[in-house]
C-alpha cells in the first residue's frame, strides 16, 4: 500500500508540474546540460535512419509503436478506451505489457483517470508509452470514438517463440526505450507516423 501510494504522488506531481514548474528539465543530456526539454518529442523514424531529439537517440520509436499497435489489433491483443483499459486492468493487470497514452485536457475529469493509470501501470510494471496524438492512436486501432488509451496484452511463450524477428524487434525497441526512461519523471513523447 505504501509503494502504491509513493507511485500515485509521484504521478500526479509529475501531472501537476507541467503547469506548476514550467522550467523544470524532463530528463538530462550528456550533451547539452541544463537544457530545459519541455517540448521533448521522439520523431518516427520510417526509413531506419537515427534521428536526434534535444541530445536523446532513437530508432523509429514511432514505427514499432504502430507495428506493435497494428499486430496486436489484429491478434485482437487489444483493449482501447480509458474506460476499458481500467476495467481490464482491475480484472487482470498481469495479463498486459504496453499501455499507450495519448494527452488529454487537464482540465477534464479523463486527465484524472489517466493520471490513476499511469500510477497502477507504474505499480504493476507495464511499460508506459507517451503518444503526440489521440487521432492518430484512434486511426491505428480503428477505434470509432476518440481514444486516449490503448493497452496490449501480453503473448504466451509459446506463440512469442513462433513470431517472426520483424515483430519481436518492434517489441524489443519498445521495451528497451521504455526501460531507458522508467525512472524519469516525464516520459518523452512519441511521434507516431501519420498512416
Known sequence: LCRATNVFVKAVVRALGREYLPNTDLA???????KSKQAMVLKASDDGKMME????????????????????????????GLTSAIHSLT???????????????????SHLQQVL???????????????????????LVQSPVLASCALV??????????MNSAFRR??????????????????????????
Request: one cysteine or more; glycine letters at 6%; aromatic letters at 8%.
Open 153 to 162: 496484452q501480453k503473448l504466451p511463450t509459446k506463440v512469442v517463440r513462433r
Open 170 to 195: 518492434s517489441e524489443s525497441i519498445l521495451v528497451e526505450h521504455c526501460e531507458l526512461y522508467w525512472d524519469e519523471p516525464h516520459k518523452p513523447v512519441i511521434k507516431l507516423p501519420e498512416k
Open 28 to 34: 538530462y543530456s550528456s550533451g547539452q546540460p541544463g
Open 53 to 80: 531529439a534535444y541530445g536523446f537517440h532513437t530508432v523509429g520509436i514511432g514505427s514499432s509503436a504502430r507495428k506493435a499497435l497494428l499486430s496486436a489489433r489484429e491478434e485482437k491483443r487489444l483493449v482501447v
Open 117 to 139: 493509470l499511469e500510477a497502477f501501470c507504474l505499480e504493476h510494471n507495464i511499460y508506459i508509452i507517451r503518444v503526440d496524438s489521440a487521432d492518430k492512436l484512434s486511426r
Open 91 to 109: 480484472e487482470n493487470p498481469d495479463n498486459f505489457n504496453f499501455c499507450f497514452l495519448a494527452p488529454t485536457d487537464d482540465r477534464s475529469g
